[in-house]
Structures are given as structure tokens and as C-alpha cells.
């Protein structure tokens, strides 16, 4: 996606809260969006998430996109699980598949009794989890964040933490604002900073660092009450650990270079691995003639 030369005002004769943004948000990237107070964050990702149309300038090459507004409209007519059974219809998913992801993500946040609550009771907390979980529900090529974590318990926002790492490792770009600057620290593959009506490149510690990326990769996902299957035609490189005593999860190192393959097969499963960690793998790459273990 890429903007050109965008402006926005609010009425005729607004100040230009945001002017002549010109903005590449490739696959793969992790952006995160600084500024002051009422500087334009969130007109910026209205923008991006397309439910907000520029005043100048054109957006080219929208993918299909998955948003957390600032504020939850928590005032429509759903319980929380029909809420999010009819956004995963709206993100395309079809009607069952869409009800097993509205259930998972609820159990996901420990939210599962509240699925016939009508989302104007739900608490601020609660209410976010939903918010969450309607983005999270589909694969979006582009997911927008503003200040998701906000209002989420410490177990929710590490949970959100690990699923934009491993989105974005498998392929998913996803831009964010968060008031706390250590979201997502050394993740982020550029930072702009909205400044003057402008949109100003900060380089990411990430950027700067020497190359440190690893080899090869651990992932380590779960999926509470599914089968234990590991999906089919996974990249050679990808070997899957033997289980741990007491712990149900998934873990798999693969190559560096064919993570996001494993992921992106994670993600898609039906019922979807919960991604819990994407880490460096200890010990040598694996090589394309690696034996999988765990039966494969
Ligand atoms: N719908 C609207 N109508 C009129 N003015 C608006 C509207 N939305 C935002 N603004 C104004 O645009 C400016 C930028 O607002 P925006 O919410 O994008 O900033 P922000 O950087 O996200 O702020 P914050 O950090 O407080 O969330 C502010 O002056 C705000 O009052």
C-alpha cells in the first residue's frame, strides 16, 4: 500500500491536521506511529484502515485490512460472540468457521463466559478484548492497532504482544500506536513520527543494530482443546521438538528464511494455533535434511 501526497482536514476550513504524507507500508513491516498528544495518530490509521478518506492525496494498493479503533463502539446491538462471528463474516470468513474463531479467541482471553453478554455491559476490559479479537479473528494482509493494548490485563497484552510478532513474521504488515514506548521495542522495522502535520522517519533501534537476526527460529504454539496435528507440507527445514511433559504445545524450528511459512500455516490451521513465542532457536540452523520428529 502506499499513500500519495495525503492531506487531512476536518471541514472546509480545518487546519490540515495531516499534509502531503507520502507513506510505503510494505509486506512484512512492523510500523509504529509516535507523536504528541492530538498530533494525528489516529487520523493516520483511519486513513491506512480505509474508514476515513483522505481530503488530498490518493491511497493505492489497500490489502484487505483488519482494525482496533481507539475507542470500542460498544453501544451495537450483538452479544460479544455474535459480534464476533458477524466481523469474521465481514472479514470473509465463511459462517462456521467464523463461529469455531469468535469461540476461540473468547477461551483465548479468558473471556468465554461473556459470549452471550450484549456488548454495552461487557466491562472496559473485557470490551477491549473483544475489540481485539474481532481483528485477530481473520488473516488480514494489514492490521491497524490503536492503543489495542490499552485497557487489556498484563496476560491479554502479552498475548497480542506474541500474535503481531508472529503475524508479522508470517507475512502480516501491521502498523500501531501505543503510549508505552517499550511496545513491541526492537520489533518495530520503522517508526514515524507525526510532527507538524507531517509524518517524520525516526530510525528503529532495530534498523540500527548490527545484524543479529538468527539462523533459525523457534516457534512454540498451542492449541487449547484442538488436535495436536501439525499441518501438512511445512517447509523442509521445519522440525517439530518433541513435546514437553505436561505442556500440550506445539514447538517447531525451521529456517529463519521459511518462518513465515510455518506461521502463516499455523495461523491458517482450523482451529488456528495460538502462536506463544517466536524466539531464536538454540543450537545450529536446521538444514533442509533434518528428520522431523513427533511421528512426521
Ligand atoms: N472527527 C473529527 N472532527 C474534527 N476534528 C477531529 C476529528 N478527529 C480528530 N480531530 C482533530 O484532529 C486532530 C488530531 O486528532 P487525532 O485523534 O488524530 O490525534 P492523535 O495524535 O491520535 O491524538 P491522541 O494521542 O490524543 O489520541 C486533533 O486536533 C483532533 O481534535
Given at each position: 500500500m502506499r499513500l500519495h501526497g495525503v492531506g487531512r482536514?476536518?471541514?472546509?476550513?480545518?487546519?490540515?491536521?495531516?499534509?502531503?504524507?507520502?507513506?510505503?507500508?510494505?509486506?512484512?513491516?512492523?510500523?509504529?506511529?509516535?507523536?504528541?498528544?492530538?498530533?494525528?495518530?489516529?487520523?493516520?490509521?483511519?486513513?491506512?484502515?480505509g474508514i476515513d478518506a483522505p481530503t488530498a492525496g490518493r491511497i493505492t494498493g489497500r490489502p484487505a485490512t483488519a482494525y482496533v479503533p481507539e475507542r470500542f463502539a460498544a453501544a451495537l446491538p450483538f452479544d460479544a460472540a455474535g459480534y464476533l462471528v458477524h466481523c469474521g463474516r465481514i472479514h470473509g470468513l465463511p459462517g462456521p468457521?467464523?463461529?469455531?474463531?469468535?469461540?476461540?479467541?473468547?477461551?483465548?482471553?479468558?473471556?468465554?463466559?461473556?459470549?452471550?453478554?450484549?456488548?454495552?455491559?461487557?466491562?472496559?476490559?473485557?470490551?477491549?478484548?473483544?475489540?481485539?479479537?474481532?481483528?485477530?479473528?481473520?488473516?488480514?494482509?494489514?492490521?491497524?492497532?490503536?492503543?489495542?493494548?490499552?485497557?487489556?490485563?498484563?496476560?491479554?497484552?502479552?498475548?497480542?504482544?506474541?500474535?503481531?510478532?508472529?503475524?508479522?513474521?508470517?507475512?502480516?504488515?501491521?502498523?500501531?500506536?501505543?503510549?508505552?514506548?517499550?511496545?513491541?521495542?526492537?520489533?518495530?522495522?520503522?517508526?514515524?513520527?507525526?510532527?507538524?502535520?507531517?509524518?517524520?522517519?525516526?530510525t528503529p533501534a532495530a534498523a540500527t543494530a548490527p545484524n543479529t537476526a538468527p539462523a533459525a527460529v523457534l516457534i512454540d504454539a498451542h492449541r487449547p482443546g484442538g488436535p495436536r496435528?501439525?499441518?501438512?507440507?511445512?517447509?523442509?527445514?521445519?522440525?517439530?521438538?518433541?513435546?514437553?511433559?505436561?505442556?500440550?504445545?506445539l514447538r517447531v524450528t525451521v529456517a529463519a528464511a521459511d518462518s513465515d511459512a510455518v506461521l502463516r500455516a499455523l495461523l491458517a490451521a482450523d482451529p488456528a494455533w495460538h502462536i506463544r513465542s517466536v524466539a531464536p532457536a538454540p543450537g545450529p540452523a536446521p538444514g533442509g535434511a533434518l528428520a522431523k520428529e513427533d511421528g512426521r
Open positions: 482536514r476536518y471541514g472546509l476550513r480545518g487546519r490540515w491536521v495531516l499534509r502531503d504524507i507520502d507513506l510505503d507500508v510494505p509486506r512484512h513491516a512492523l510500523l509504529r506511529i509516535d507523536g504528541r498528544n492530538g498530533t494525528g495518530k489516529s487520523t493516520l490509521l483511519r486513513l491506512l484502515a468457521l467464523a463461529q469455531r474463531r469468535a469461540a476461540q479467541w473468547l477461551e483465548r482471553f479468558g473471556i468465554g463466559e461473556h459470549a452471550r453478554t450484549p456488548l454495552e455491559v461487557l466491562s472496559k476490559g473485557t470490551a477491549q478484548k473483544v475489540a481485539v479479537a474481532q481483528a485477530l479473528l481473520a488473516e488480514p494482509e494489514l492490521l491497524i492497532l490503536d492503543e489495542a493494548w490499552t485497557g487489556l490485563d498484563t496476560a491479554a497484552r502479552a498475548q497480542l504482544d506474541a500474535e503481531v510478532t508472529a503475524r508479522v513474521a508470517a507475512g502480516t504488515t501491521t502498523v500501531f500506536v501505543d503510549h508505552d514506548p517499550a511496545r513491541l521495542a526492537g520489533a518495530a522495522t520503522a517508526v514515524h513520527r507525526v510532527e507538524g502535520a507531517a509524518l517524520v522517519a525516526v496435528t501439525v499441518p501438512p507440507a511445512l517447509p523442509a527445514s521445519a522440525r517439530t521438538l518433541p513435546a514437553r511433559p505436561g505442556d500440550a504445545g
